[in-house]
C-alpha cells in the first residue's frame, strides 16, 4: 500500500475541484483590529481581515487582555490537565457560574471549543437517555451532526427552519417517546434565524426537549449577550444551550448552559470533557471578563447590528449579489470554486483585504461564496475599499450562481 501516493490523490482532487484550502499566514497588529500583516514568500504586508469571527473585536478589548495578563502573573500558563485530574481552576467555576446567569439556567459546563461541546453533549444525551429520537434540522453545524451521529440513536432530519416538516416527523411519536430538537440560533453561512418560540411550542406539545446552539449569537443578539433566545424571551424555554467563547466573547472554548443535574451528568459521563485538558487559566480569565463586560454594554452590538446593515446596503446599491438575511452575516454569492478561490486572490494580493473562499463542505456545491463579517471596529473608510475592490472584480468577471449577471458597472 503506497500511503502517500493515497494522500496526494485525495490532495490533488481537492485542487482538480478548486476546493483546496490554502491557510493565510497572518500576523493580527494588537490594537489594531481588523488590520494584520500577511506573511507571503518571506515578505510581508498589511491587509483588512473581512472574514473573521471576531464578530465585536473583543479579542482586543483592553478589559479581556488585562483581565488575561493578571491572571498568568497569578497563575502561570496551563490548567495542569484534565480537570478530572488536577482539579478546577477558580478560573472556570467564575466562568461557569457568568455563563450560568447569562442564559438564566442553574448551571453551564465549560469545554475546550463549541465543536467538543456539541459533539461531547449530543453523544452523551443519546446515551443517557433510552429510546432518545433526534430531530435535526437539515443546516445543523458539523459538530452538532457528528454528536447525533456517535449517539447512535434514531434520528430525523427536518427541512431547515421548517416548522410544518418538523411537526410532521413529531406526530409520528407517541408522547411519551423521549424527543430532543437540535437546531441553531443563527446559521452562519446563510445569515438565517431560526423561529425559535415556535420550535419552543412544538417541543412542548409534543413533549420534546430543546438544544439550541447559539455560537453565533451569544455576546451579539440580547440585552446582556444572551443570543437569540435572550432577544426573543425564550431562553426559559430551551433546555440546553450551547454556545462559544470564540467569537463574539473574542477568546476560545464553548460550553453548555442546562440544569444543575444535566451538566453534571454530561460532566460525568461525556468522554470528551472527562480526557481532554481544561482550557489555561488565562484563556478562561479573558473569557470571563468579555462575558461581564458584554452583559452591561450594548455599545459594541448597536455598532456591529449598523456596520453589518451598512454593508448589506452598499452591496446591494453597486447590485452585488448578497444573500438577504435578518442577521449580522453577509454573504456574496459567487457559485464556483474555482471562480470564487480566485476572488479572494485577487483581493489579498492586489487590495489588501482578506476574505477566505468558503466551498464545500462547509456549504453544497454551487453556492460557493465569500461570507463577510463585518465588525464595529470596520472603519467607513475600510468598507469603501472593500466595495471598491469588489466592483472593480465583478466588473472585469461577473458571476454569481454559476451564471453571469448583469452589473450597474456594466
Request: proline share 4%.
Amino acid at each position: 500500500m503506497h500511503y502517500q501516493s493515497l494522500f496526494q490523490k485525495h490532495l490533488d482532487t481537492l485542487q482538480c475541484e478548486g476546493r483546496y484550502r490554502v491557510f493565510a499566514d497572518l500576523k493580527r497588529k494588537r490594537g489594531a483590529y481588523p488590520l494584520a500583516q500577511h506573511w507571503n514568500a518571506g515578505q510581508n504586508r498589511e491587509v483588512a481581515v473581512w472574514c473573521s469571527n471576531d464578530y465585536l473585536g473583543m479579542s482586543q478589548h483592553p478589559v479581556v487582555l488585562n483581565a488575561m495578563h493578571a491572571a498568568i502573573d497569578a497563575v502561570g500558563a496551563g490548567s495542569g490537565g484534565t480537570r478530572n485530574i488536577a482539579g478546577t481552576t477558580h478560573y472556570h467555576v467564575e466562568l461557569e457560574h457568568e455563563l450560568a446567569d447569562l442564559h438564566g439556567k442553574d448551571a453551564a459546563l465549560v469545554f475546550t471549543s463549541a465543536y467538543i461541546a456539541n459533539d461531547a453533549t449530543l453523544s452523551t444525551l443519546a446515551k443517557l437517555v433510552p429510546g432518545l429520537v433526534i430531530f435535526s434540522d437539515e443546516k445543523n453545524h458539523a459538530s452538532m451532526i457528528e454528536g447525533i451521529r456517535r449517539g447512535q440513536r434514531e434520528k430525523h432530519i427536518f427541512r431547515h427552519n421548517d416548522l410544518a416538516d418538523l411537526e410532521c416527523k413529531l406526530k409520528k411519536y407517541p408522547k411519551n417517546t423521549p424527543k430532543l430538537i437540535a437546531f441553531e440560533s443563527v446559521y452562519s453561512m446563510d445569515g438565517h434565524i431560526s423561529p425559535v418560540a415556535a420550535i419552543c411550542d412544538l417541543a412542548e406539545k409534543y413533549n420534546a426537549m430543546t438544544y439550541l446552539d447559539e455560537v453565533h449569537a451569544v455576546g451579539l443578539y440580547g440585552a446582556r449577550g444572551g443570543g437569540i433566545a435572550e432577544r426573543d424571551g425564550v431562553m426559559d424555554r430551551i433546555d440546553i444551550i450551547n454556545g462559544t467563547l470564540a467569537k463574539g466573547f473574542g477568546v476560545m472554548g464553548g460550553y453548555i448552559a442546562s440544569t444543575r443535574a444535566c451538566c453534571d451528568a454530561i460532566r460525568s459521563f461525556a468522554p470528551g470533557f472527562i480526557f481532554t485538558t481544561s482550557l489555561a487559566p488565562a484563556i478562561v480569565a479573558g473569557a470571563t471578563a468579555s462575558i461581564r463586560h458584554l452583559k452591561a454594554s450594548t455599545v459594541e452590538r448597536t455598532a456591529h447590528q449598523e456596520r453589518a446593515r451598512t454593508l448589506k446596503r452598499l452591496l446591494k446599491e453597486i447590485r452585488l449579489p448578497v444573500m438577504d438575511n435578518p442577521s449580522h452575516i453577509v454573504p456574496v454569492m459567487v457559485g464556483d470554486p474555482v471562480h470564487c478561490k480566485s476572488l479572494t486572490d485577487t483581493l489579498l494580493t492586489e487590495h489588501g483585504i482578506y476574505v477566505q473562499p468558503i466551498n464545500y463542505p462547509t456549504v453544497p456545491k454551487g453556492t460557493e461564496r465569500m461570507r463577510l463579517t463585518p465588525s464595529p471596529v470596520h472603519t467607513d473608510e475600510q468598507m469603501a475599499h472593500l466595495l471598491t475592490a469588489l466592483q472593480t472584480l465583478w466588473a472585469a468577471c461577473p458571476i454569481a450562481n454559476g451564471k453571469y449577471v448583469r452589473l450597474a458597472a456594466e
